[in-house]
């Protein structure tokens, strides 16, 4: 049996709202297009990146830091797509 690699990534929420429904939404779209399974931590409390009632209950607003967890075949794809998202505000304007 071998080990899978984990990639984890802390993110800022840079977005006027925080992960609120629409970004929410954008962010299990995009997870979903990679084999890969994602998970969302924040404050202790993780999530999984398909779930959009579950990354709301994160309740992370702006300046917050979520931590990314990343493992799978699209791992890489996966953490690059999350992070451009994340960092780009969820390509929200202010």
Do not use: W
Not at 14 to 32: D, F, I, P
Not at 78 to 87: D, N, R, W
């Amino acid at each position: 049996m071998t080990a899978q690699t984990v990639l984890e990534k802390e993110l800022t929420i840079v977005n006027r709202r925080g992960l609120h429904a629409r970004a929410s939404a954008k962010l299990v779209k995009l997870v979903e297009m990679f084999e890969a399974d994602v998970q969302v931590s924040k404050d202790g409390q993780t999530v999984g990146g398909t779930s959009i009632m579950g990354l709301m209950m994160l309740a992370a607003s702006p300046g917050c830091y979520i931590t990314v967890s990343v493992t799978g075949t699209d791992a890489d794809d996966a953490m690059t797509a999350i992070a451009e998202l994340v960092e780009s505000g969820f390509g929200e304007e202010d």
